[in-house]
């Protein structure tokens, strides 16, 4: 008690500036630091070229003993003598005053994750007019803000004098959790039943997942299925749509869509079989047949897709309508999969514990390098807690039989939101509602360890089954090339790999995925005391990639998203990817009376779009707007790089504009609406991710320029209703024009439809379209 009041005792007595460099940093700034008049020793770790050396002797030491991986991993570093206490009084949830509140809120998701090495215009933004979710809850006390953010994943990689990301992990745990000390009977009360399953079981199964982890290759083949091209055929499933199945498999077979699911042949594990029904409760109707009470019509199509260990590839996520089906199917995926891996392992413990002594066997190589088997990556908070909480519904076979769900408050605390935060009188679309619920902060990274009974949050990575991460949070502890301080190993066994609503992450930053996908299913760099006897060729062959699966989700097709797929996914068994034409086009929902114009650039290559693209706009579009006559004109930029170009270009012609993007102070966006709405600007430089972040409605538009096709088709439509929202409309002549190029199809076909987009890629005129304000 004496020392959470001493935390806010020492919290009032700091400036708004010490405590601003508390939140970042995770100590006082040394200018404030009291000097005696002797001088003291100060413990700070410098990196000198002996520090090399100490956490080599600290690895020696640590290796007499007989404590797990993590463990090892942590002695090399110097943590603070405090962190018990710090997890101590978060566990206990004292309570600490508003100022703490108020003064340290979290910075805003996505400045953290948007920032694609460009510049900040304005340093940060206000956020009181958007859902504040990052606001640190009023249960946090000073020691308990630092293990927040430690917990958080707060970047310090740039922070020579901190190093490693300290957060925390469940360490009490260890035992209980570990696959190589435990056994079947200590797991379930059924182990005889699991034990008959597993001895009658053959080396090629009829189980999905013996199938897929028992197959074996040559070397030949899999220098094959790394050189040959793919072939592809065409499949067209009732609720799904059309498919393309690829492989560099010579016999490539194509899956039938199944009107009808035995769940006994999707080979469930036991709990699985009873609780998925009462899970997935919510989401059947009395349009599903009674032969058919497991699956709706999309999940049932999906899950036996990921049933197959295909990678799969659907760009038909809606978060309004689909997507908790989808996160229910994929978690049911998931689980399964850990859960037949689990009880594999400790199958084979029980064997190996009942084997004569002297005798070895290859028959128990049933590991990975490393633990951890799934990794999934969502975009917030809130999508990792909604994870969770399916898993823990799906391990609780009934009421009275309650999962053990260790860390369970703590992770409540940080994963959670108050729903009293949402400002009130908010107005924005239901999409942006949808994506935007419970808690949006985007850095994040947990581990979950998996046993029958019970579940442990905050697990080490090393000692967890199941990563789930946001981009920026991986990204910050893989590390980058040159720095002494990163780790990777971790992801060296990946078995499924599930990325949830790729899209917003083209509004965070991309290069994350990138990096995440260059620094997967790799040779780990330390052995993390695995038993090598216990571990599968495929791994020690450095032959995971060709086994993982891939499960990748989206609300749109785009180029991007098709490399990532396309190149990053080796599976043996193929790819699957969704490809449907779009059945409506985003233009056919602008409402008001507006001629459209678009203008097609030509452009040699994909790689010279961008500087053609800013040539065609300042030599034959912006002239055309230069007179006073067409003033109140936005120009809508879905590149932050763009947008910084166009801005420069602005400043140097000295133009009369002013800009708005997604780093913009609250009080610059109000100026410069302001000026624009007035015409005392004639030209308002508008970002897409500021509309994607905050969706405000624009006034005053009366000429629009989309110097690229929006990623999401239906911010077209959104951008060109703004327009009805101007005071004089009927009295003034309004214009869009958009810049379009052949590499602009998918995002074209979106916006006009198929058949038009396929007539203007023909023509290489200026097409001008006319929406009449009713829907086509």
Known sequence: MGKRRGGRELLRSLSKKQKKHLREFGEEHPFYDKVSERPEATPICELSDNSDKSSAESDSETEVEQISVYHKLLATLKTSPESESEEEDDESGSEADGESETEMNSEGSQETGEADGGEKDGGEEDKTDVPDQEEVTATDTAEQMLGHEQADGADTSCDPSRGVIEEFTDVKHESEFSLETNFMEEESGDCNADQRDS?????????????????????????????????????????????????????????????????KQLYLHKPLESTWPKVNKQFLSSVNKPSDPFFTPLQRELFCLMNTYRDLFYPERNALTNGEEIRHAYCLHALNHVLKANAQVLGNNAKRRDQKPGTDSDDYRDQGLTRPKVLMIVPFRECALRIVHIFISLLEVNDKRKIDVSNKKRFKGEFGSDPEEKPPNLKRPEDYEAVFAGNIDDHFRIGVAILQKSMRLYAPFYSSDIIIASPLGMRTVIGAEGEKKRDYDFLSSIEILIIDQADIYLMQNWEHVLHLMKHINLLPLDSHGVDFSRVRMLNLNNWSKYYRQTLLFSALQDPQINSIFNKHCFNYVGQVAVRNVPLSSSISHVVVQLPHVFRRLEAENLTSVIDTRFQFFINKVLPEYRDAIMSHTLIYVPSYFDYVRLRNYFKKEDLNFTHICEYTKKAAVCRARRFFLKGEKQFLLFTERFHFYKRYTIKGIRNLIFYELPTYSHFYSEICNMMKATDNGADATWTCTVLYSKYDAQKLAAVVGIDRTAQMLQSKKNVHLFVTGENE
Do not use: I, Y
């Open 199 to 263: 001895n009658s079981s053959q080396a090629f199964s009829e189980d999905p997942f013996k199938q897929h982890m028992d197959k074996e290759f040559e070397e030949k083949e899999v220098e094959k299925m790394s050189t040959l091209p793919k072939t592809s055929c065409q499949s067209k499933w009732p609720r799904l749509g059309q498919l393309t199945f690829s492989s560099t498999l010579e016999k490539h077979k194509t899956l039938k869509a199944d009107k009808e699911v035995d769940v």
